[in-house]
């Protein structure tokens, strides 16, 4: 079986926020793993960047990285700064958007 996390060193301590770069004008992104029960995923938003209104099938947990992000969940803003975690629940409408220059790492886990 091949590698389940993928696109990163195995067995390096490594700093998370220098996995992806930030591009003027752009959200930039570097899956990490992806199947059928997970995805982790890095961001890297440029300030002013977003993704627009969606909803995912499993719950999804954004851990701020770097900078600051404002995450929209069922119509209340909640402002991140480095460090800190949301948890945005399973086909609940959520934005992300970039205060300022910020990074992500996006864990979502979905039903069976």
């Known amino acids: 079986m091949?590698?389940?996390i993928k696109n990163i060193e195995h067995g390096m301590v490594l700093p998370l926020v220098d996995e992806v770069a930030y591009q003027d004008g752009?959200?930039?992104s570097k899956t990490l793993a992806q199947n059928s029960r997970h995805s982790l995923t890095l961001f890297a938003f440029e300030k002013g960047e977003e993704i627009s209104s969606h909803a995912s099938e499993g719950d999804a947990l954004v851990?701020?990285?770097d900078g600051v992000g404002k995450v929209t969940?069922?119509?209340k803003e909640y402002l991140?700064?480095?460090g800190e975690a949301i948890v945005m629940p399973a086909k609940v409408p959520h934005v992300v958007y970039a205060v300022e220059r910020f990074k992500m790492l996006l864990t979502v886990s979905f039903p069976q």
Do not use: F, P, T
Request: proline fraction near 0%.
């Open 26 to 28: 752009q959200v930039v």
């Open 2 to 4: 091949g590698k389940l």
């Open 73 to 75: 969940l069922d119509g």
């Open 80 to 82: 991140l700064h480095r």
């Open 63 to 65: 851990l701020v990285l």
